[in-house]
């Protein structure tokens, strides 16, 4: 069959430099999944933005023909008129974006934003417009079309949003879509839930989608062939059974080697020990009063719920969850940055065998050498450095702050954090800007390790980075943890990679704890739907293991639609129970 | 009902604000010692005027400034009784002017009108210059019309107002015939309304308008450009553009509506800016709005006049600020339903 697109010889470049997309060549038909696959600055996104030709304004399509249509009806997208493309934007070939929550307009309706497809490309009417959108809506998962057509996005959930931005791009019926990062910025369970939608839609319609994701899980979901990129060149395509099975090009199997994989046939492991514990939960509550103004009424957020948690000196201890379910919350607490409701206890032993410390009722001192001794990695390495800082100011400046040592003993240690990281201390007088994602995730690791602290809280220190990356930072945060004997509590929403580095995991919905298990008796032997639906949703990029979109749905609603065993509502959940020994599930007995 | 709620609770917060304001200006223009008709005794005294000082003393007493000042306030605002019973802002009564020898009503009258006529113009003119200008800058950024939108407008803030009145008085005057001064002509003042006079006081306001308008729609323009610039790069652009939207469409519907907000938010603070701004501007083309009235007053301490002039522009503020949010209530769905949220 003769391909829908063919993409020749592609090139585009900013400015005189070297071309950022260089002799790209894929094709694919009607009916067929192209995954194009690459790290960040692979050029992969360039790539297929450059087919409805949105592209920064300095972008220069430099060489090459992007050749769309069927039979005779085969035009060159690159050579159409400005007026031609928008006839085919949105109408033969629609798109979605990453970010759902910014890729619609807040403060239009999102059936207008909807309707706004057909009354463009199909000279309908309002009305005429409105039952092909309701039926979509329908199509695409709304229970109440008619409600979603008049919410605003705000008003959505992320997965709900990008299920709008689905039927916008599927409501002309289009012959191609291209999907950009579509469920990068969601939750796993709903992640599975999208992916899983796109691919019934593209069954029904026969249309050809271009996926492009940095995740080999999501390809072996859903790809028929794949493309490889780095740094604008491709390096491998073919079918994807051939190139996920057995990948032939170095950098394939290097993507292969780094990404974070739930274990294949986990074997159950012997529960941590209950003696030395350096942290402790115990009944911690945190409930938020949220107020929006002085004429609305005062909503209570419960963010915790009767967490109990107990980390071992020396061990990681893991707390997973999508967004809303209170990890945060229960870091900041651990950290003293966040007071707990009445009742909660948070205990901190500095030493083994020195006596707790309460941590919401610290005196100012105390709370000063607690504040050294319990240090912080934050997410996103972008954000967390000051940019106007050197590196040197940024590491010497904890040291300065808790008055540790002088100017050079400062100095020094900053540099040995620098080895320590895996850095140069030749570095030390260079600015943030200079350093990769992943460099700056270590800057900021070693930032945390200047005051010598004895506990370090992980707040999803790799989620902002590439998959290869990712994985030297969680080799390193192992190395640091067993070399300096720390102690992690780490925050994680990717089961894949607490699976990797966590001695014991729990796992949190809506503010309570559903299980609480080492890893590997969690993964061999999961009892909570929750958990289940979280393992069954990560995609793991192996083909022959596909996401269970069953075991997802079960367990990734809300407590009230669990079975009868785990159902709960409110906040009337029921106990915390432990089924064998070091695996604790939250069930009806 | 939530719309007509939330008007209710704003109008209720108003009253309020306008409470404490009226509090502060009382105090505030009672902070200097003395007040206008002590100093005047005083220097009746140092020239020998005996007959003079016996009047000024009636004065004391009949405006009751020989009262503790919480007293005074509460008789100047009408809740308590003065030497004429409850005679107050609220029963209508805006008290006496000294320095002018009438009563405040009759000094600001017509002035108060022409004050709101003069700036509304003037806020009218600003938005007017500024959207166009505003909107075409951002969509034709760092190109000639970028650039010449920006040059203009940073001329029209550079430039002092009061110049800038002189130089179009004088040209609008020697190629226009337009009228200098004044905000009618000469014959219709005091004249009951009539068409000619309407045509007069619009071919007047030409120019003020434009004077004091120009720096405010720059400094607008400016704002609003900066605004659309950040809209444009929002994701949802690249949206609408996936669909097949024509540019101007685009542009319209959906960054300019999300860079609208500040620009309505701004009502508020240009009314009071505009009043207190134009002073300057009043005096030097001769306008007779309460601007230059509340200059003399100040100097001379004549306080219910001052006191007078400062609540109506209080008020002004006031009913501006309120007529911005309940717009941008309007505009925007996320401030409305924001109690749906989550």
Known sequence: ?589 | MMFIRYAAYRLLTMVLTLIVVSILIFIIINLPPGDYLSNQIAELRATGQAEGVAKAEFLRTEYALDRPLWEQYLIWVGVAPGPQGFSGLLQGDFGWSFEFDAPVADIVGDALWLTVLVNLAAVLFVYLVALPLGVLAAARSATWVDYTTAFVGYLGLATPNFLLALILFYYGHKYLGLPIGGLMAPEFEGEPMSLAKVQSVLVHLIVPTFVIGTSGAAAMMQRLRANMLDELSKPYVETGMAKGLAPAKLLTKYPLRMAFNPFVADIGNLLPAMVSGSVLVSVVLGLQTIGPALLTALKSQDQFLAAFVLMFVALLTLIGTMISDLLLVLLDPRIRYGAREG
């Open chain 1, 1 to 589: 069959m003769a391909p829908l697109l063919e993409v020749k010889n592609l090139s585009i470049g900013f400015g005189s430099a070297p071309p950022v997309v260089a002799g790209v060549n894929f094709s694919v038909a009607s009916g067929e999944t192209l995954a194009l696959v690459g790290e960040s600055g692979s050029g992969k996104t360039l790539t297929c933005r450059s087919v409805l030709r949105i592209l920064p304004k300095t972008a220069q399509l430099r060489q090459g023909s992007i050749i769309f249509g069927e039979g005779d009806a085969r035009t060159d997208l690159l050579d159409l008129s400005s007026y031609s493309i928008r006839s085919i934007r949105g109408n033969r070939i629609s798109m979605i974006f990453q970010e759902p929550m910014r890729s619609l307009s807040p403060l239009h309706r999102i059936g207008n934003q909807v309707c706004e497809v057909l009354t463009l490309h199909r000279n309908m009417s309002a009305a005429e417009a409105k039952q092909d959108v309701l039926a979509t809506f329908e199509r695409v998962g709304f229970a109440d079309p008619e409600r979603a057509f008049r919410a605003y996005p705000f008003e959505m959930s992320g997965g709900m949003r990008q299920r709008a931005m689905i039927a916008m791009a599927m409501v002309a019926k289009p012959d191609l879509l291209i999907a950009d990062e579509p469920t990068t910025a969601l939750d796993v369970t709903t992640q599975a839930q999208v992916l899983g939608l796109m691919k019934d839609l593209q069954r029904d319609t026969g249309m050809a989608m271009i996926l492009v994701t940095h995740d080999l899980g999501v390809v072996a979901n859903m790809a028929d062939s794949v493309v490889v990129m780095n740094k604008g060149h491709v390096m491998e395509s073919g079918p994807a059974p051939v190139v996920l099975g057995e990948p032939g090009h170095g950098y394939t199997q290097k993507l292969f080697a780094a990404a974070p994989m739930i274990p294949k046939d986990p074997k159950p492991s012997e529960p941590l020990p209950a003696e030395d514990l350096i942290l402790e939960l115990n009944n911690v509550c945190k409930t938020y009063t949220v107020r929006a103004g002085g004429w609305r009424e005062k909503k209570k957020v419960h963010a915790c719920v009767d967490v109990n948690l107990k980390l071992p000196r020396g061990k990681t201890l893991a707390v997973v969850g999508e967004s809303g379910s209170g990890k945060t919350t229960c870091a900041r607490i651990a950290l003293g940055a966040e007071v707990p409701d009445d009742g909660s206890e948070v205990l901190f032993r500095p030493e083994q065998g020195a006596d707790p410390v309460c941590i919401n009722a610290l005196s100012r001192s105390d709370k000063v050498a607690f504040q050294r001794q319990a240090q912080m990695v934050f997410q996103d390495p972008y954000s967390s450095l000051s940019p106007r800082m050197r590196v040197q100011e940024a590491l010497t400046e904890p040291m300065e702050i808790h008055r540790i040592g002088n100017r050079i003993s400062r100095r020094d240690k900053a540099a040995e954090m620098l080895r320590w990281v895996g850095l140069n201390p030749d570095m030390l007088m260079r600015y943030p800007h200079a350093f990769s994602g992943g460099q700056r995730q270590r800057l900021s690791i070693a930032r945390a390790l200047t005051l010598d602290p004895v506990l370090l809280v992980c707040d999803e220190p790799t989620s902002a980075l590439d998959v290869s990356v990712q994985e030297q930072i969680l080799s390193l945060l192992e190395r640091i943890r067993d070399g300096m004997g720390l102690s992690y509590l780490f925050i994680s929403h990717d089961l894949a990679v607490v699976a990797r580095i966590a001695d014991e995991v729990a796992v949190m919905r809506q503010g309570v704890v559903v299980e609480q298990a080492p890893p590997e008796t969690l993964f061999y032997n999961p009892r909570h739907p929750y958990t289940k639906a979280l393992i069954a949703a990560q995609p793991e990029p192996d083909v022959q293991r596909p996401i269970d979109l069953a075991e997802v749905s079960r367990g990734a609603g809300s407590p009230a639609s669990w079975p009868d065993m785990f159902r709960f509502e409110g906040l009337e959940a029921p106990d915390l129970i432990q089924i064998e020994p070091g695996h604790k599930v939250r069930c009806h007995v």
